[in-house]
């Protein structure tokens, strides 16, 4: 049985799911997110919302798990939010904002310019002796994980010196440079 699609989800106050026709949507004050569910029957009873698969086939194992952690995601994105931060590491990485507008000089020999998608709020921190920090926030985790990871392939961390665009926290693997 999959662990993670046996778990019921409770539904936080403030924040409306309704099923009809296979699409479940969950309305929240940040938002509003549907997802279409197939070969899962969803049931919400009580302020908790179950599911269960029809039989024991692996592709219903795996769209077991998978769809309670999409209703999970839609359900907390709507009533808290999700956020990514992105660190510049490197010497002259700079990144500012004008609105919807991420500017990023990474080393090029042009600056980024990046539109972002008006679903998400994009925020820059520039603090003096410390890394530029760019704070991604929205109610759609999947928009904010690809989002976030545009933005890092522009510059990936390089592994000698730890240059370029990492997330916060992300743990690099560092190699040794060359040894006389």
Do not use: C
């Amino acid at each position: 049985m999959s662990r993670i699609g046996k778990n019921p989800i409770t539904i936080p106050e403030g924040v409306t799911v309704e099923i009809k026709d296979n699409i479940v949507t969950a309305k929240g004050k940040l938002g509003e997110l549907t997802q279409e569910i197939d070969e899962i029957s969803v049931k919400i009873e009580d302020g908790i919302i179950t599911l269960e698969r029809p039989s024991d086939v692996n592709i219903h194992k795996s769209k077991h798990g998978l769809y309670r952690a999409l209703i999970n995601n839609m359900i907390v994105g709507v009533s808290e939010g999700w956020t990514k931060e992105l660190e510049l590491v490197g010497v002259g990485y700079r990144a500012s904002n004008q609105g919807q507008k991420l500017d990023l000089a990474l080393g090029f020999s042009h600056n980024i310019v990046i539109d972002i998608a008006p679903e998400i709020k994009v925020e820059t921190v520039s603090d003096k002796g410390k890394n530029p920090i760019v704070k991604l926030t929205s109610y759609d985790k999947q928009l904010v994980g690809q989002v976030a990871a545009k933005i890092r392939g522009f510059r990936r961390p390089e592994p000698y010196k730890g240059k370029g665009v990492k997330y916060v926290g992300e743990q690099l693997r560092r190699k040794a440079g060359k040894t006389a």
